[in-house]
């Protein structure tokens, strides 16, 4: 069971947009912190993809945007490509467990 | 070019010890805290433990406290890991990744990773 909880799967078509939620509670997410999203693409290792909720380190693709309401993170990919099929994994920081992270989505490209 | 390069894992039976190092090179290795994150097959992420850049301060998850020792030599741009009372459920790829920063903590994120060790434990 992870401390944030992300849906298994997600997929869409190619060009569509698709979302990816991460929801946590008042002692992670919901105290302000941070939420950062990994990209895990088959057989590699995981790649920093937004971090400090909605930031895209250099050579992300625009289409990758992220955002934080309370409780709650979302990742959001438009323009879906067929290399966008990846494991994808959110991160926060909790006041008693330290860094913790979210189950993991599976992006299907259709 | 940032590179993290792991090394040391393989078989250990149960109740075994192995050390894991993490070779960094193409950025300044003494200002970076550092981390362990594992990954079981086929399932998520788990951090392990963080060392901020001076060795000061470390911070281990529950599951391996009293049994893994962070550690890093900034002479030799090296992270470690030690890892004792092996058992079953320690099986799992095991990431070092760098903080963004000197010190871990609420602003920790894993700027970069390396490329992975398997560590297998079974009798």
């Known amino acids: ?81 067929a290399e966008d099929e990846a494991h994808y994994f959110c991160q926060s920081y909790d006041r008693s467990l330290s860094v913790v992270f979210g189950g993991g989505t599976k992006l299907t490209v259709l | 070019e940032v590179q993290l390069v792991e090394s040391g894992g393989g078989l250990v039976k149960p109740g075994g010890s192995l050390r894991l190092s993490c070779a960094a090179s193409g950025f300044a290795f003494n200002n970076y805290a550092m981390n362990w994150v594992r990954q079981a097959a086929g399932k998520g992420l788990e951090w392990l433990s963080s060392i901020s850049a001076s060795s000061s301060f470390t911070d281990y998850a529950t599951s391996v ?41 609420s602003g920790t994120y894993l700027q970069y990773w390396g490329q992975g060790i398997l560590v297998t434990v079974s009798s």
Not at chain 1, 2 to 22: D, F, H, K, N
Not at chain 1, 38 to 65: C, D, M, W
């Open chain 1, 1 to 81: 069971q992870s401390v944030l909880t992300q849906p298994p799967s997600v997929s869409g078509a190619p060009g569509q947009r698709v979302t990816i939620s991460c929801i946590g509670s008042s002692s992670n997410t919901g105290a302000g912190y941070d939420v950062h999203w990994y990209q895990q693409l088959p057989g590699t290792a995981p790649k920093l993809l937004i971090y400090g909720n909605t930031h895209r380190p250099s050579g992300v693709p625009e289409r990758f945007s992220g955002s934080k309401s309370g409780t709650s993170a979302s990742l959001a990919i438009t323009g879906l490509q």
């Open chain 2, 65 to 105: 406290r009293g049994r893994f020792t962070i550690s890093r030599d900034n002479a030799k741009n090296s992270l470690y890991l030690q890892m004792n009372s092996l058992r079953a459920e320690d099986t799992a790829l095991y990431y070092c990744a760098r903080d963004p920063g000197g010190y871990y903590g």
